[in-house]
């Protein structure tokens, strides 16, 4: 954190000033270690055994807060009697297919959910929701009703806490020492520290950025955590949750109003072919009846987002124009794309403010698929690689590439800096914060709002009276941005149509208050509903800038938060379930009996996460869904039975609880399951997509070192905006990779020498540190080198410093969730000295391939055996 | 200034005269360094804004003079930053005012081996053309007999650093245009 | 003993201000820094001080090497098999082999030499003469322990304490400051806020103060004739004299994400630092000093002083600094005798010729 976040860092350091004890987990001794009471090294991978061993340690030594644990999460809730844990699966939850390597999750279910096994049809339909996470938005996931069975003693054999209990039985400190390399005492000194500092009085943070998410298994290192935070009561609470640091200006706004391609605005889903052929179908994949919650507005939102798009053409006859939208047939992400670029299926592609050639995994795929295109256009303020790997790229020097048979039309547009336009950032708590302009960006420089504009205008006018169906989608589309003098698009009036109007009524123009606003008749429009609140009573929210000096510690006067301005999600949990306070001095968000002339109401410091008039006490009557069947006591109000899960009964697809599995590339067998690797990642085989092999496999000797990649303090991702900086690149002007003596003794490094560091794709050079911060571990009776590499550097001719880049190392592979690789964990070799250059590393890479044995199957064998015979592929081979 | 004056500001008639007969503080002072003004009280407008690099959100407050920004410091109102910046963020002046910062239209034709000149008009519509042009050709009304009114010709991928507006823009006619590989840092 | 050269001082009425300003400094503590060099940047922004130089040192995240004229503040970092306090770092019983800190830190020093002697950088003597000279690559580490071992088999002696010390160096704008004393122009001025600042209209690059601070801050800047601002000119940190003059605090102090570099009146900055060095003295962190906070020693105290960790010799920092303008009175007074007894001579000589 104090590396890529130092300013965030100030509240841990003043938080540490008071007393707070500072866990720093991470498999290099970082800046932000040096100021942590105690430094964890950790194995790259190896974090679910970490926090299932923690998990173990509070429910054997039943260190739960058990009030809360009983009341806000799911913990008492009976699963079905179908249902199969990895302990008694060697590695795998029921339902594997091992035809399609994916699960059908209908037995993970709460019992009297689905069809209970035996009665349930063949039908393989009936696996789409557990086959692609890309399709549930960001939804979380339905229950078909809201009822289930509770048994609040805990002792249910098949309750979640106790099926929790078992799973993670065998996640022992010592097993955990085994599989991270983290020795017992120091792993019982954080479980000591976690459960000491959870309770009443007392709350706990975790803090996580891209070293979780980035894996195979990302999005369960995630639930790990929020397992942890809900057994010790620290959700929703001050002091407490889970810190999704993330790592740029925006990249919170950019999944909420998202440029992703599953994704509406709001995490409303994009349409999937022959799923969604209406707004009924569509809304039944969101929302059930039967559930609780506010996705039982689906419908709502959905409809508000039709109407903002398409304004007087959306109208309930024609189903608000649903049928226009674009659907998906499976995974059209980045990689794919790219692969599709390479292959020669894709003619344009815009790079905007995005530099793949140095900062995507796989990085020379990017530049292949860059060079197999029609068409480019590069959207930047610097002469960033992706607009230049067409003369200076490192496949111009292997030779792969010549400049003169590169097809590839680029066009260079200007970009404006922050400064030289107005708009909104939502950073990493959610809170959308305005920009004023300074002044106008110079030259051709626009920003991409004034750009997009009126790209959306010269289409329009050139397919103006078309009749063709296709064009309707854009012709029919609302697209009468307020302007300036200059033509400038104003940035407020886009803000505007994002929180949403009333259309009719006698408040018809007006600024819709809040999503709860919204109809699904058309009578309101909004196209972002989890923003709508941020243009109340046609203000703009996220330009309030009371000095924080001025407020107390929530500041709740200084921009806006999604959603309706909530600073701490969930935060009814603040309060026990009579709605007081759990402490005086954790007293957040609570229930007032004396307010509103005694009816009561929920206040606080922040704005409640809860309809603030029901009581604690109120109870909804059976079957009762949406937002009313929520009891006083269901906090988390966004799920589908009202409680956090400890268990996830639906939603993801790789299984309900985190399990242990090694990173696809791992020189370190599985101690805990014969299944080496997730079962379900998602592989890519291909030429170009080379994989090492991982422990048990032939070869596996030829790439004995772990590496993992990061950023520091001194950069900005891939140096689009600080390797132009002079400023900042003499600061960190070289590609280095950081090795421990003990590594450098075996590989005869030089501290400030070179070292070539090579993997089945490629090999790159870099500057050795040799230093005392990275420590070797001893991992299942062997010594575990970790090597750490930045990103920052990329092979061009126009920054001020350029190097390899460290993501030209990595394979794709990736979590099949959400299509994101596992760029935190990879094997490789590392030999002193600067790597070949022109077609001799190409030599150098094909002599290692050829040496580990190294095909298009290495690596990507796939659990083949049906549960209960259980035998990895790779076991078999070697 | 008179030739009385001139002769008493000369710094050894100072130093002899006045209180540092040593000549090594008030009577060193020149009369430029005691004009002194920093370029933050001399701006002609102080903008509030957000710094661009991580998501922490810290407030920066941008100094403009004569429409050019002098100075991008902290935000001590900012109850996120409280005035502070990290070295990424102290350099946002030297990021705007970059020398090697692009300001024209560049375009690499086909096979060519240079960047040429492009007026922003003429790289509008061309832009506007190949979209077009390649829409109609890769459109897609269904695939296996389900219905997707779509193009896969065309991609987009956006960094992390775009405006919530702007990228509502983008999704908003992407979709419209039948796009659907538009794609973000945030999958990244 | 107490003048205008020597023991404690408040330097701003010395040098003739009657305006009664208390006295800024900076109180950089160290044990907050986390070594993010906000501080050389926002300090080269508001400052326009060029950049110094596209070289990795090798010298942990170090690449800055040293102030000069084109780095005013420069954040060091120091590996050592030491403990921060009650601090678990983590290495006892995870590693395989010896300790690196040493040789590390060994090569951290040649690495810096190698700096120095490199072209372009405002850290070369031999650059301002126009000699370029191709940077110096470090010796390879010897790291006592034979190469090729397998994985694993390098099993030896046990890491066990480690911590990564950083600290924000700057101008120490001393209460006796030799660069002023012997500046012959009046270039170096003592500020009515007691702190020491080049005039760049008036400086001519002789370089006097150069050799004169026994710190090594100030430096002439190396850079192109007509190109680079001030070039050939000594520059150092004026503690913002612009900035604070107009009640701002420095760039450096206001970026500070920890603040770590605290600006303020030195006499409240000394009393929050000794309070700051008895709660870690408390917390277990027995090595926490301060270098340069008292006015009795051979600077008459600094005016940016420093909450260290360890020896100053640690950090690069001369262990007992002296002035090195103390015995220029003396040395006056010895000069005007033997002036006036050469005189005297002269004067019996020529005396009594006649």
């Known amino acids: 954190m104090a590396e890529c976040h130092p300013v965030g860092f100030q509240w841990v350091m003043e938080a540490k000033m008071r007393g707070a004890k500072v866990i720093h987990i991470d498999p290099r001794f970082t800046r932000t270690s040096a100021l942590a009471d105690q430094h964890v090294p950790i194995r790259v991978g190896s974090d679910i055994a970490f926090l299932g061993g923690v998990v173990n340690y509070i429910l054997s030594n039943e260190k739960d807060f058990r009030e809360y644990v009983v009341a806000y999460t799911n913990a008492a809730t009976i699963l079905r009697a179908d249902f199969v844990d990895t302990e008694d699966l060697d590695g795998l939850f029921s339902g594997y297919d091992p035809e399609t390597a994916s699960y059908d999750g209908e037995s993970w279910q709460y019992a009297g959910h689905g069809q209970e096994a035996g009665s349930r049809g063949q039908d393989p339909d009936d696996a789409g929701e557990t086959n692609s996470g890309h399709e549930l938005g960001g939804r979380g996931a339905t229950l078909e009703t809201s009822r289930v069975e509770r048994d609040e003693t805990l002792q249910h054999p098949r309750c979640v806490y106790q099926v929790l209990k078992r799973h993670y039985a065998r996640y022992t400190p010592e097993m955990v020492e085994q599989v991270t390399g983290v020795p017992v005492e120091q792993f019982l000194a954080v479980c000591e520290a976690v459960t000491e500092n959870s309770g009443r009085e007392r709350t706990t943070a975790w803090v996580y950025s891209v070293g979780w998410t980035h894996h195979s298994t990302g999005v369960q290192y995630i639930r790990g955590s929020a397992i942890i935070q809900l057994l010790l009561g620290n959700m929703g609470r001050p002091g407490g949750g889970i810190m999704a640091l993330r790592g740029h200006a925006s990249i919170q706004g950019s999944t909420d109003i998202p440029t992703l391609f599953n994704l509406l605005p709001g995490y409303l889903p994009m349409p999937v072919a022959g799923e969604h052929d209406s707004l009924d179908d569509y809304v039944a994949t969101i929302s059930e009846p039967g559930m609780k919650g506010f996705w039982t507005g689906a419908r709502s939102y959905s409809v508000n987002l039709l109407k903002a798009w398409y304004g007087d053409a959306a109208q309930p006859e024609n189903d608000f124009c649903f049928d226009l939208l674009p659907k998906l047939t499976g995974d059209h992400g980045t990689y794919q794309t790219v692969m599709d670029q390479i292959d020669g299926k894709v003619e344009g592609y815009f790079l905007v403010g995005q530099n793949p050639a140095v900062g995507s995994a796989q990085a020379k795929m990017h530049r292949m698929g860059l060079a197999g295109l029609k068409w480019l256009v590069v959207r930047d303020v610097n002469m960033i690689e992706s607009a230049t790997f067409w003369k200076d790229g490192p496949e111009i020097a292997t030779g792969e590439l010549r400049t003169e048979d590169i097809e590839t039309e680029v066009f260079f547009l200007p970009a404006a800096t922050h400064v030289e336009k107005a708009g909104s950032f939502t950073q990493t708590q959610r809170m959308v914060q305005w920009r004023h302009k300074a002044v106008d960006p110079p030259g051709d420089a626009r920003p991409e709002l004034d750009f997009y504009y009126e790209l959306g205008v010269r289409l329009r006018e050139r397919l103006a009276g078309s009749t063709d169906p296709k064009d309707r989608m854009l012709l029919d589309l609302t697209w009468g941005y307020r302007v300036d003098e200059h033509g400038d698009v104003d940035g407020e009036s886009v803000l505007a149509e994002i929180n949403g109007r009333f259309e009719t009524g006698e408040k018809a123009g007006q600024m819709l208050p809040g999503f709860t606003s919204m109809k699904d008749d058309g009578s309101t429009s909004g196209g972002c509903w989890i923003y709508s609140g941020i243009y109340k009573d046609g203000v703009n929210q996220s330009a309030r800038r009371k000095p924080g000096q001025e407020q107390d510690w929530v500041a709740a006067e200084w921009a806006w938060a999604w959603p309706m301005d909530r600073r701490t999600l969930y935060n ?31 206040t606080g410091y922040d704005v409640p996460d809860f309809e603030v008039s029901k009581p604690p006490s109120y109870r909804p009557p059976a079957g009762t869904g949406g937002p009313e069947g929520l009891a006083g006591d269901d906090p988390f109000i966004m799920q589908a039975d009202g409680k956090g899960w400890l268990y996830a009964p639906s939603g993801l697809i790789d299984g309900p609880m985190p399990t242990h599995y090694e990173p696809h590339e791992s020189p370190v067998s599985n101690p805990l399951y014969t299944v080496q690797a997730s079962p379900t990642r998602q592989i890519i085989k291909r030429k170009d997509n080379l994989s090492n092999p991982s422990a048990g496999e032939p070869g596996d000797d030829v790439f004995p070192y772990v590496f993992t990649t990061y950023r520091l303090t001194e950069h ?95 394979g794709l592979v990736l979590d099949a969730n959400v299509h994101i690789q596992e760029s935190k964990a990879g094997s490789c070799d590392i030999t002193a000295g600067r790597r070949p250059t022109g077609p001799a590393l190409l030599r150098h890479v094909e002599a290692y391939r050829s040496r580990a044995g190294v095909s298009v199957e290495t690596g990507n064998q796939q659990v083949r055996r049906v549960p209960g015979d259980v035998v990895h592929e790779s076991r078999d081979r070697a | 200034m008179g030739l009385r004056d001139a002769f008493l500001g000369w710094p050894v008639v100072r130093q002899v005269t006045g209180t540092d007969p040593l000549g090594r503080g008030a009577a060193a002072q020149s009369a430029h360094t005691a004009a002194l003004r920093p370029r933050t009280a001399t701006a002609d407008r102080v903008v509030q804004s957000i710094c661009p690099y991580c998501a922490v959100g810290c407030g920066q407050r941008v100094f403009v003079k004569d429409e050019k920004v002098v100075q991008i410091e902290g935000d001590p109102d900012s109850p996120v930053s409280r005035g502070r910046l990290c070295p990424k963020g102290s350099a946002s002046e030297q990021f705007v005012n970059g020398d090697r910062r692009v300001t024209t239209v560049r375009y690499r034709r086909a096979r060519g081996t240079e960047w040429e000149d492009l007026p922003l008009e003429r790289a509008m519509d061309m832009i506007v053309d190949r979209m077009l042009d390649t829409r109609e050709r890769t459109w897609q009304s269904e695939v296996e007999g389900k219905k997707v009114n779509r193009t896969l010709g065309f991609a987009s991928l956006g960094g992390a650093t775009l405006d919530n507006e702007e990228n509502y823009l983008i999704k908003k006619l992407f979709t419209a245009l039948g796009a659907i590989q538009v794609e973000n840092q945030a999958r990244i | 003993m107490s003048n205008s050269f020597y023991g404690p001082l408040d330097p701003a009425p010395d040098a003739g201000w009657r305006d009664d300003q208390p006295r ?192 090594g801050v100030i430096d002439r800047r190396v850079g192109e004739k007509g190109v680079t601002k001030n070039e050939g000119i000594a520059q150092k940190c004026t503690l913002c004299y612009d900035r604070i003059g107009d009640g701002l605090e420095p760039a450096c102090a206001q970026a500070c994400p920890t603040q770590s570099i605290q600006y303020g009146d030195v006499d409240e900055l000394r009393e929050r630092a000794q309070a700051r060095v008895d709660a870690l003295h408390e917390q277990g962190v027995h090595d926490a000093r301060l270098y340069g906070h008292d006015t009795h020693d051979g600077i008459g105290g600094l005016g940016a002083f420093f909450l260290l960790l360890d020896e100053p010799e640690v950090y690069g920092l001369p262990p007992d600094p002296v002035v090195t303008t103390r015995d220029l009175p003396e040395m006056w007074r010895k000069a005007g005798l033997a002036a006036l007894t050469m005189l005297a001579g002269a004067a019996a000589v020529f005396g009594g010729r006649r």
């Open chain 1, 572 to 602: 009814r949990a603040s309060a026990d379930p009579d709605g007081k306070p759990w402490s005086e001095r954790k007293a957040y968000v609570w229930w007032d009996q004396e307010l509103d002339d005694g009816a009561g109401r929920w």
């Open chain 1, 716 to 810: 900005h991702t891939a140096g689009g905006m600080s390797r132009w900086v002079p400023y900042l690149a003499e600061l960190q002007p070289e590609m280095f990779c950081e090795v421990s003596p003990e590594l450098a003794a075996e590989r005869g490094l030089d501290n400030l020498g070179w070292a070539t560091i090579t993997t089945a794709r490629t090999a790159i050079e870099a500057r050795v540190l040799v230093t005392d911060r990275v420590t070797p571990l001893h991992v299942g009776g062997k010594v575990i080198h970790q090597i750490g590499l930045p990103y920052h550097w990329g092979v061009g001719s126009d920054a001020y410093v350029t190097g390899d880049s460290a993501n030209d190392l990595l």
């Open chain 3, 24 to 215: 800024k400094g900076f109180f950089t503590d160290t044990s907050v820094c986390i070594g993010c060099k906000a501080c050389e940047v926002a300090c080269k922004e508001w400052n326009a001080v060029p950049e110094d130089g596209l070289l990795m040192l090798g010298s942990s995240y170090d690449n800055t090497g040293a102030l000069g004229a084109s780095t005013w503040r420069h954040v060091k970092f120091i590996e050592q098999p030491k403990s921060f306090g009650h601090q678990d770092a983590g290495m006892a019983g995870t590693a395989a082999g010896p300790a690196m800190t040493d040789v590390l830190n060994r090569t951290a020093d040649s690495a810096l030499v190698g700096d120095r002697n490199a072209l372009g950088t405002d850290h070369s003597g031999l650059a301002l003469l126009g000699q370029p000279v191709p940077p110096a690559k470090p010796a390879p580490v010897e790291l006592g322990m034979p190469l090729s071992v397998l994985p694993g088999a390098a099993d030896g002696a046990q890491r066990t304490e480690f911590r990564w010390l950083m600290e924000s160096d700057v101008c120490k704008h001393c209460t006796h400051a030799a660069c002023l004393d012997v500046c012959p122009t009046g270039a170096l001025f003592r500020t009515e806020f007691g702190t020491v600042v080049v005039q760049d209209d008036i400086c001519n690059g002789c370089g006097y103060c150069v050799p004169a601070c026994p710190f």
